[in-house]
């Protein structure tokens, strides 16, 4: 089966639907479970902690009945101290990294003088009060996460950010993710995850308070708790981040293995994530599908992720050919991948496909820019758009916490200039009355 | 009953009740029209143009059977020649305008060299494909709305942007707005409005393209397709724009003549409308309310819209009393206005003021800061977070149809460099086998 679904196939040779189905891949069903969680949304905003502590027994299995929801300080005091000496710096190093990389180029409150100086206008930037960070739990731990979603929002200003987690059964976090929690800049911290955590967040309980903004990836619970509490006004989300992709161009000079390596790479992480090539080399074409077939099917290195990468690349893989390099970048603008792999030898090649590409939540230039380095202290930020809607929507940044409002300082002699045209369209707007009217008594009254 | 409402009140004496009934002003209650408009989203769905020109003639009374749905070179042609020399004149000038402010400091994409010049990173800053702008039609013209929503987005290089507005119902587009919609750049105009032309931009139909994001502001049918079609990830919005609203920080150096009929030239939008004056001032809060009052009772000025404005100040009005500036703009932070003018003579108390303004759509700075001129053609966009969403969302600007991309381009040098933190931290997400490893084959191999 897999060797029929990966074999590689001309990219125009394919049918409408066939293009369609790659372009569609695996479609978040937020109808099937907005149903279920709407109940426990209503219920934590009526019975706030008594709900939260309910279903956190329910579905995490963990008992927070005496302990509380807040993680305190002795507990992240302890986290530190269960962590190696190695994790503490990889992280510290990782935490600088993305630090620094995100304090680059920050938008900022900018005026400028118009009418020959007669009014000032601009945009006056600031962050939203408080944020709150989703991390995802359960299976894995995700430290980097939290360093990823916390880390923007310290660098924007947030001045409260408030960071939750499922718990494991224990009723602890793992230690790990905690100090990444802590250490990022979160400045108070629940064990409390899904649906329920999101509506906590959103509408704010006796011991958790409500935020402006909700970010970082989840499951499909989650994501649809954050879109429904968005449409609804409560607050702000970031984006759209489902399962895993990756869409690699590759031309005649890239290395088969380091193509299969990052196609599994992102293959491992969930039986819906995503993960396809796109070259103008036969020869690559044909010698990947050999490798990934051999990894996958003798799962030498893959070990207990074998399945998973088996049924992602069933599913949602592909290898294709194209004529051209632009025909790939096309297809990859139509596509909008969360990570876009240019494996392109030819300088003045990747300058032209680089300026053709559109829609990617994050681009990696050349053989040596691997999605994994990006996942962890390269310094960029991973939480990225999926399932194309990086046609829409942007990375994770500085930019997520920070909104634009509009500034304007005029004097009298530009109020005297705009004069005749407010006149004329608040007339034509039928606004005259007042909107006019508002100019006019300024300009008659005496300068002072 | 106008009288009470309105009369000066110490904001300290205010009840928390009371403090919070003015911060909740006019609630949108999208829920009682999701279920009215969600079968006509899905109509237009399935049934595309034939759908569209049956609501038409159901909600605008207009019969485009024969005309079809979009706007004709020869209407547009027309439309130029039913407007006066002066309303073209000072149309274009606000273009020009809005123009003009728009293209200062736009985010462009950028990357520095990290990691002692090995690796190059940033952020690579483009436009959506496709734009949709909602202009409001109705009871009133609103041309300088639709170079509010289209400008910005051409600025920011947005290639199509397709424009929607319900007609008349002698099926055609009132001139002026026809003129500014064109005159502003959309590529494409369709007599189309409500619930049905948002979801026919979200979909798709046979006639209009679906875009990525629509923007603009609307009804709430309009402003609840927006949302309902944002949350099932067809489409990105801009920002939630309801009811407008004025609030006004005075000392006692400010003029209540002034100030009156800003607060009605709020009001006089609609009777959800909501207009605040908080002074520290006792004189300038007396005065006001007596000025207020006689405008309002005697409707000399206002006309037919004296019972608007009776209603809006009655709903949704205040005049607050405060002992310090400082108070008025903490109460301002909290209440997140859509406009806040501060009226305010000493220049470093109005620089300690500005210091502390968190949350605002629009902020106008001295007395001759006045709404109206940014309402036309002042420059500055006019569509704005209302309702208290100030706190988390951008006013309308050219960022609005911008997304960043993440960019990374790495060295063998780098890699190296990271590869201890990768291999730690991948570890500990339970990652390593192919995230770890897609960095050691790389390093494995021979520098080339």
């Known amino acids: 089966m897999i060797k029929t679904k990966l074999r590689p196939r001309k990219l125009k040779e394919l ?9 569609k891949r695996c479609e978040a069903k937020w109808d099937e479970v907005i149903d279920k969680i709407i109940p426990i949304m209503q219920d934590v905003k009526n019975r706030g902690d008594k709900a939260l502590i309910e279903y956190t027994k329910k579905f995490d299995k963990a008992d927070l009945t005496t302990k509380g929801l807040e993680v305190t300080k002795e507990e992240i005091k302890e986290a530190y101290t269960n962590i190696t000496k190695n994790e503490y710096n990889m992280l510290y190093q990782m935490k600088r990294n993305v630090s ?27 962050p939203v009060d408080r944020a709150g960070a989703y991390i995802p739990g359960g299976k894995y731990n995700y430290p980097s996460t939290a360093i990823m979603a916390i880390v923007p929002a310290k660098i924007a200003g947030v001045k409260e950010i408030v960071a939750v987690t499922p718990p494991k059964s224990d009723g602890k976090i793992e230690s790990i993710t905690l100090v ?25 309980t006796e011991s958790i308070p409500n935020v402006d903004i909700i970010v970082g990836p989840g499951n499909i619970y989650v994501n649809s708790a ?12 970031d984006l759209p981040a489902g399962p895993s992709e ?8 890239a290395d088969p293995s380091w193509i299969t390596r990052d196609l599994i790479s992102q293959a491992e992480h969930d039986e819906n994530s995503c993960a396809i090539l796109v070259t103008n080399s036969e020869e ?33 893989g592909a290898i ?39 829609h990617a939540g994050s681009i990696f230039i050349g053989e040596y820019s691997t999605v994994a380095a990006a996942d962890y202290n390269l310094g960029t930020n991973h939480i990225l758009p999926t399932g194309g809607a990086a ?10 916490f920070q909104k634009i409002s509009m500034v304007q300082k005029l004097t009298k002699k530009a109020l005297e200039m705009l004069d005749p045209g407010i006149e004329t369209l608040s007339r034509a707007e039928g606004l005259y009355n007042m909107h006019g009217l508002s100019i006019k008594i300024r300009l008659r009254k005496k300068k002072k």
Chains 1, 2 share one sequence.
């Open 284 to 316: 690559i074409a044909n010698k990947t599908y050999k490798i990934l077939l051999k990894e996958v099917c003798t799962g030498k290195i893959l070990g207990k992720k074998m399945s998973v990468v088996k049924k992602s690349l069933e599913n949602f």
């Open 15 to 23: 049918t409408v639907v066939e293009r369609n189905e790659i372009i």
């Open 391 to 400: 046609r829409r929507y942007s990375a994770l940044s500085t930019e997520t």
């Open 180 to 204: 990444a929690m802590d250490m990022a800049g979160a400045t108070r911290i629940f064990k409390v995850g899904g649906s329920q955590a999101i509506a906590a967040l959103a509408y704010g």
């Open 100 to 126: 620094n990389f995100h304090s680059r180029n920050i938008p900022s409150t900018w005026t400028e003088k118009f009418y020959s100086g007669k009014a000032e206008l601009g945009k006056q930037i600031v």
């Open 226 to 237: 954050k879109k429904w509490l968005n449409m609804t006004e409560r607050i702000r989300i």
């Open 246 to 253: 990756i869409f690699i161009i590759a031309d005649s000079e």
């Open 320 to 358: 294709l050919l194209t004529d051209t390099l632009e025909e790939a970048v096309e297809f990859a603008n139509d596509f909008a991948p969360e990570h876009l792999e240019i494996m392109i030898k030819n300088k003045s090649d990747i300058n032209k496909i680089l300026k053709q590409v559109k």
